[in-house]
């Protein structure tokens, strides 16, 4: 299969990265965007592996990457990569951040999934993966409104997509992962993270190896469970 994971050279993206490229049967293209060195080195390692800058901050770069995976003749698209995250309050929350944060964080992933598309509807098959949030259910923490308002347009638009495209053969899966340690949260203070693992039922964080082992599981799911949205929340909201 030939898969692309978007931010695949570092975080959530490095360990599905890592899982995906054992098997020698895929061929993978991932894309980078601050870790031009540790991609790099990936690529050297793994003939099956290729990478590609990704900027999700400067359009042309973002162009340049659709049309890479256009050429790559993708079977499989993994909506990982994801800018960052603005912890405040929404009533402290200036215009421009809620602004910025779509154009960097969702325009990107829209465009790249449309490249896509343009690909899978011609041949009639596909897959694409987008990951999500287990903040969705529920309420989510405070202070995280322009990350979860973000999270949640994504999560529409993979209504939509099933609804267009699953008479292509083409199947949208969703997985909403709960916290993880990652360096899009690298500064979360010791006393959160114990915060964290003790309101966790089983009393530990997920980590991205765990949320890796899924994506596999969904790069080889059964069809029937196009539209699913998996979350990975310990059984904290059922």
């Known amino acids: 299969m030939n898969i692309v994971i978007t931010g695949g050279a570092s975080g959530l993206g490095r360990a599905i990265t890592d899982r995906l490229v054992l098997d020698p049967n895929n061929k993978l293209l991932i894309s980078y965007s601050n870790s031009a060195s540790v991609a790099e080195a990936m690529a050297a390692e793994h003939e099956n592996l290729s990478v590609a800058l990704c900027n999700f901050k400067e359009p042309e770069s973002v162009q340049a990457f659709c049309t890479t995976v256009k050429d790559f003749d993708v079977d499989i698209l993994i909506n990982n990569a994801f800018c960052g995250i603005t912890t405040k309050h929404f009533h402290k929350m200036p215009k421009g951040t809620f602004l910025s944060s779509f154009q960097q964080s969702v325009v990107p992933t829209l465009e790249i999934t449309q490249a896509m598309l343009s690909i899978c ?17 529920g309420l989510p923490p405070i202070g ?14 993979h209504k939509s997509w099933v609804r267009e495209n699953t008479k292509f053969n083409i199947l949208f899966y ?28 089983l009393n530990k964080i997920l980590t991205v190896e765990e949320v890796a082992e899924s994506i596999l ?7 029937h469970l196009n539209g699913i949205n998996l979350y990975m929340n310990s059984g904290d909201s059922i």
Do not use: H, W
């Open 121 to 137: 509807r011609k041949k009639k098959q596909g897959k694409i993966i987008t990951i999500l949030s287990s903040y969705l259910k």
């Open 144 to 157: 995280l409104s322009e990350y979860v308002a973000n999270k949640a347009y994504l999560y529409s638009m």
């Open 174 to 201: 969703c997985l909403s992962p709960s916290f993880m340690q990652t360096p899009l949260n690298a500064d979360v203070d010791e006393r959160i993270l114990e915060g964290i693992k003790k309101a966790s039922p």
């Open 217 to 223: 599981f969904l790069c080889n799911g059964s069809d």
